[in-house]
């Protein structure tokens, strides 16, 4: 599985957008880009995955690059609740497993 | 719907004694399975991952089996604990191009 890289902290106001970036400079054609998050002593929640094309869903958008080697998980209006780790990974859809980095510790701030 | 139960929320354990902990999937077959542990403030580690019943397949050597005896269960196990087993436990299953999907996990402290 392509490694990823991503910022160790970010910090966003209440109410505004949040903007995790991820760089997947080595992501090949057949993997996909999926984020995951880590509140406090809870499992980690999926969000959203994609391929090439931009993805929204009720949690969040995925904006993804057109050369595939980076991507941006944005949270439209983030509160409080949104304070968590962000992971992004890459794997192929018929890969037996996901592989975990740092990710990037969000603190939304009231 | 798709659920995942795993148990116990949280486990004290001394040294030296056996581990078992059980992950179910409701809704779903033939799911792929997987054991992460999270140490103290750091990052998921995959232990274990199963793609069928009685398949496992270990990430990495260390104190701790699995086991598949059902589709959609999946078990933990240890003979004698150590003090560097302490962590939290992370059963998820995954089917497809759908996402993971974890448990809410066990709190395993060896004492």
């Known amino acids: 599985d392509a490694k990823t890289t991503q910022p160790p902290s970010m910090d966003c106001a209440e109410g505004r957008a949040a903007n995790l970036p991820c760089n997947h400079s080595?992501?090949?054609?057949?993997?996909?880009v999926y984020w995951y998050r880590q509140i406090h002593s809870q499992g980690p929640q999926y969000i959203i995955h994609g391929l090439k094309n931009n993805e929204t869903n009720e949690m969040a958008s995925l904006i993804i690059t057109e050369d595939r080697k980076s991507s941006t998980l944005i949270l439209p209006h983030a509160t409080l609740r949104d304070t968590a780790v962000y992971y992004c990974?890459?794997?192929?859809?018929?890969?037996?497993?996901?592989?975990f980095g740092e990710g990037t510790q969000l603190t939304v701030n009231p | 719907s798709q659920t995942i139960h795993q148990w116990p929320a949280t486990l004290v354990q001394p040294v030296g004694s056996p581990l078992s902990l059980e992950c179910t999937v409701e809704?779903?077959?033939?799911?792929?399975l997987y054991w992460y542990r999270q140490a103290a403030g750091r990052g998921l580690q995959l232990l274990f991952y199963s793609v069928g019943i009685g398949q496992i397949s270990s990430e990495v050597p260390q104190n701790l089996s699995a086991s598949r005896p059902q589709d959609r269960q999946f078990i933990l196990s240890s003979k004698k604990l150590l003090l560097s087993d302490s962590g939290f436990y992370l059963c998820a299953w995954s089917w497809t191009s759908l996402g993971t999907f974890f448990g809410q996990g066990t709190r395993l402290t060896v004492v």
């Open positions: 080595t992501i090949s054609g057949n993997e996909y």
């Open positions: 990974i890459v794997r192929e859809t018929s890969g037996s497993r996901l592989t």
């Open positions: 809704g779903t077959s033939n799911p792929n």
